[in-house]
């Protein structure tokens, strides 16, 4: 089966400590997304990468950090300069090629600081 | 920067009842539009995308329409059932020099048995 597969599902942090969230897509997708959604708001931009081993700040990048070291793969990680990171994230990927391409998105990563 | 908006933000409507949900946005610069839908604690379902030379794409009893130039698209549910409940969000895609979804933040469907 193609798709997009976050893990974990749930995520616990302590405050202080960085966690990673992991993005794989077996879709042969160029192009990587990470959003954040916070409840009852629409999703906001982290990073994205269009191309291996590049990848440009979006709209809320403080805190977060990225690699893209590999097509399949977009881990992001959550540092402990972020001071509000609970929230759910979303990966999402896409074809990086002209108007009629749509973007995929995987189930989600709840993260909850504790 | 482009900004997207949703009216309304909820809506509860009796089954069988034909409903239309509103997005504007405030730069017609785009590449396409994408409607969505997002099931409680769940990721995004794709449910129509629109390119920005088109005017409206359909799936069932889902009609989606955009009118660049004004900066509006509608989605139009028909027919309404009970499992249609979920938040729909619209996402625009820019300029090249911006690729990723500007998105709205939704509007959650509560459709009554």
């Known amino acids: 089966d193609g798709g997009i597969t976050q893990s974990p599902k749930y995520l616990f942090r302590k405050e202080g400590q960085n966690v990673t969230l992991s993005c794989e897509q077996n879709?042969?997708?160029?192009?990587m997304y990470w959003y954040r959604q916070d409840p009852g708001q629409g999703l906001r931009l982290i990073y994205y990468?269009?191309?291996?081993?590049?990848?440009q700040k979006g709209d809320i990048a403080e805190g977060y950090s990225v690699s893209r070291e590999k097509k399949e793969s977009f881990p992001l990680t959550v540092t402990s300069a972020q001071k509000n990171p609970t929230a759910f994230y979303l990966c999402?990927?896409?074809?990086?090629?002209?108007?009629?391409?749509?973007?995929?998105f995987g189930q989600g990563t709840r993260l909850t600081v504790v | 920067k482009q900004e997207v908006t949703q009216i309304p933000a909820a809506l509860s409507v009796p089954e069988g009842e034909n409903l239309v949900l509103n997005c504007s946005f405030t730069d017609s610069a785009i590449y396409n539009l994408q409607w969505f839908r997002q099931d409680p604690g769940k990721g995004l379902t794709s449910l129509l995308l629109?390119?920005?030379?088109?005017r409206e794409q359909t799936s069932g009893r889902l009609n989606a329409s955009l009118d660049k130039s004004s900066g509006r698209s509608t989605l139009y549910i028909a027919a309404s059932q009970p499992g249609d409940s979920a938040t729909y969000l619209c996402a625009v895609r820019g300029t090249p020099g911006r690729r990723a979804l500007t998105f709205g933040s939704g509007t959650r469907l509560q459709v009554q048995p």
């Open positions: 999402a990927s896409r074809v990086d090629r002209g108007a009629g391409t749509e973007a995929f």
């Open positions: 990468s269009q191309i291996v081993n590049d990848f």
């Open positions: 879709l042969n997708h160029d192009a």
């Open positions: 629109i390119q920005s030379s088109q």
